[in-house]
């Protein structure tokens, strides 16, 4: 990387601002990581360096945006897998993904390179597909509704 993480840090948190939103209320229970919502879709944000497989930071690191969109549902889960490959064939710069249980929208990319209009675009387009597909989702597989919280 060619700034130090912190330059990153203070990058989410101007957007934040741009946002209105008070970034140390958005602050998560690390340094690098911010919560916000955005229309009815809960976005975490982590900024991170990756380390090597004897634990120690590299040179390389990421920002990772992602919203929880639903539950995966117990039945018909090879439908909707399926469903959510075909969904991600139309998605720009970020992609359904499943961890434990739980679908979410999600975009990662290297901080090399990084600027504030690419912070912003990659917020909006979580929030939107997010605000998107949940309610669609959960209509079609949960009639409705179905949970939520940190992964």
Known sequence: MTH???HYYEMIEEVLTEYKIDPASARG??????NLTLGSAGI???VFQSKDAQGNLTAYGYLQVLALVCDVPVNNQHLFTKELLEI???LYGVGFTIFKEKAYIKSIRELEGLDKS???STFDRVG???NDWDDKLKE???GGFSGGGRG
């Open 4 to 6: 130090p993480i912190q």
């Open 29 to 34: 229970q690390l340094p690098g990581q911010w």
């Open 44 to 46: 975490w944000v982590d």
């Open 88 to 90: 991600n064939h139309s």
């Open 118 to 120: 690419e912070v912003k």
């Open 128 to 130: 939107i597909y997010a």
């Open 140 to 142: 079609k597989y949960f």
